[in-house]
T-cell receptor, first 114, second 110 residues
Framework: KAGVTQTPRYLIKTRGQQVTLSCSPI?????VSWYQQTPGQGLQFLFE???????NKGNFPGRFSGRQFSNSRSEMNVSTLELGDSALYLC?????????????FGPGTRLLVL | TQLLEQSPQFLSIQEGENLTVYCNSS?????LQWYRQEPGEGPVLLVT?????EVKKLKRLTFQFGDARKDSSLHITAAQPGDTGLYLC??????????FGKGTRLHILP
């Protein structure tokens, strides 16, 4: 099976712009979670989608939003970018959150905000 | 606040030495995962432990889940430069919330 894929791998944006990141889960996985990783804060949970519904949400401002499509692919959007949004954004998939916590991560999207 | 503390934060040792890193919490987990992450890449799953007292081995890596399911350890025997990376533990609660530790950055010197 192919692993979790994320596009793009790298992005450079300027403050105030918006960005959309994409994640394709492992085939058959219906849950996708998004994380922000920075050197100082580590991995921080953004949100999880399962069967097109947001299931859990972390403590991030409303500028961070996401959605999931019927094929389980997910997108994350960040509006009005700030310098502090520079980070590695990771998505992780698992078959069904009700059946186990083990997640599989994609390679991440490195976002740099100038 | 639910916390998962990893120690040490940084570890630099010579090739061939043994080491242990720890993952501790005051909360009980339904399961715990260990991942290794290399720079610029996503975390790669190493193991999932579920039962208190469980021990799993992956070549030179030995993972143990505490009897009370509040802590875990990762022991590496005869470390090699390829073991270099960030080791993350993640604990899952019964309500399905998952939290990550901040990781142990391991550097193996050749």
């Amino acid at each position: 099976k192919a692993g979790v894929t994320q596009t793009p791998r790298y992005l450079i944006k300027t403050r105030g712009q918006q960005v959309t990141l994409s994640c394709s889960p492992i085939s058959g996985h219906r849950s996708v979670s998004w994380y922000q990783q920075t050197p100082g804060q580590g991995l921080q949970f953004l949100f999880e989608y399962f069967s097109e519904t947001q299931r859990n949400k972390g403590n991030f401002p409303g500028r961070f939003s996401g959605r999931q499509f019927s094929n389980s692919r997910s997108e994350m959007n960040v509006s009005t970018l700030e310098l502090g949004d520079s980070a590695l954004y990771l998505c992780a998939s698992r078959p069904d959150p009700r059946r186990g916590a083990t997640q599989y991560f994609g390679p991440g999207t490195r976002l740099l905000v100038l | 606040t639910q916390l998962l503390e990893q120690s040490p934060q940084f570890l630099s040792i010579q090739e061939g030495e043994n080491l242990t890193v720890y993952c501790n919490s005051s909360s009980v987990f339904s399961s715990l995962q260990w991942y290794r992450q290399e720079p610029g890449e996503g975390p790669v799953l190493l193991v999932t432990v579920v039962t208190g007292g469980e021990v799993k081995k992956l070549k030179r890596l030995t993972f143990q889940f505490g009897d009370a399911r509040k802590d875990s350890s990762l022991h590496i025997t005869a470390a090699q430069p390829g073991d270099t990376g960030l080791y993350l533990c993640a604990g899952a609660y019964r309500d399905d919330k998952i939290i990550f530790g901040k990781g142990t950055r391991l550097h193996i010197l050749p």
